[in-house]
C-alpha cells in the first residue's frame, strides 16, 4: 500500500512539474512574439491585378498563400498562377510552387516548378524551368537557368533565355550560342 501511494505521489510531482515548465517555456514565447515590432500579414486565395494605362485589365496574379511582414515591400506568394489578358494569340498562364512580388509591381520572381504556357491555337507552346524572373506590366520574362521549350511540338533545351510573351518572342542561349525564335 505505501508503494501505491509513493507511485501516486511521485506521478503527481512529475506531472505539476511538466505541466509549470510547458507554462513557463510557451509564457517566454509569448513575450518574444509580443516584444517584436514585426508583424506578418497573411492572406489565402489571393488576387492581385495589373492595368494597361486606359484602366484595361492585362494581367491578374493568384496565390493560395500570400504573407508579407511590416515595413518589407515583398510579398511571399505559394502556388502561384499569373494570367495574361490581352489577345487571342497570346493566352498566357504561368504557374510556380513558390514566388516573391514586390510593392511595385514590376518585378514578380517565380521559383519551383514553372511552367508558362500559350495556349492560343495559332502559336501553342510550352517553357518549364525552375526560376523565373516576369516584369508583368511588360509581358517580360528571363531566367539564367536550363529551360526546356516546346514550340510547334519541337522541343529544345537551352541554358538561359529572354522573351516578350506580348510579341511572342524568345530569344534564348544554348550551351554554345545564342539562338532567337519568333
Do not use: C, H
Amino acid at each position: 500500500m505505501f508503494k501505491f501511494f509513493f507511485k501516486l505521489t511521485l506521478l503527481l510531482f512529475l506531472t505539476t512539474g511538466s505541466y509549470l515548465a510547458y507554462l513557463s517555456t510557451n509564457q517566454l514565447e509569448i513575450e518574444t512574439s509580443l516584444d517584436s515590432s514585426e508583424k506578418i500579414y497573411s492572406l489565402k486565395n489571393a488576387e492581385f491585378f495589373g492595368s494597361d494605362p486606359d484602366g484595361k485589365l492585362t494581367y491578374k496574379v493568384f496565390s493560395k498563400k500570400a504573407k508579407t511582414e511590416s515595413g518589407n515591400s515583398q510579398i511571399i506568394l505559394e502556388q502561384v498562377e499569373l494570367k495574361y489578358y490581352s489577345d487571342e494569340l497570346n493566352d498566357w498562364k504561368i504557374s510556380s510552387e513558390k514566388g516573391e512580388m514586390y510593392d511595385d509591381a514590376n518585378l514578380l520572381v517565380l521559383s519551383g516548378n514553372v511552367v508558362i504556357k500559350n495556349s492560343s491555337t495559332l502559336r501553342p507552346s510550352l517553357i518549364e524551368t525552375e526560376y523565373i524572373e516576369i516584369n508583368p506590366n511588360k509581358m517580360t520574362i528571363a531566367t539564367n537557368k536550363e529551360v526546356t521549350i516546346t514550340l510547334n511540338n519541337n522541343t529544345i533545351e537551352a541554358v538561359g533565355f529572354n522573351a516578350t510573351l506580348e510579341k511572342n518572342q524568345i530569344k534564348f542561349r544554348t550551351r554554345n550560342a545564342p539562338i532567337s525564335v519568333d
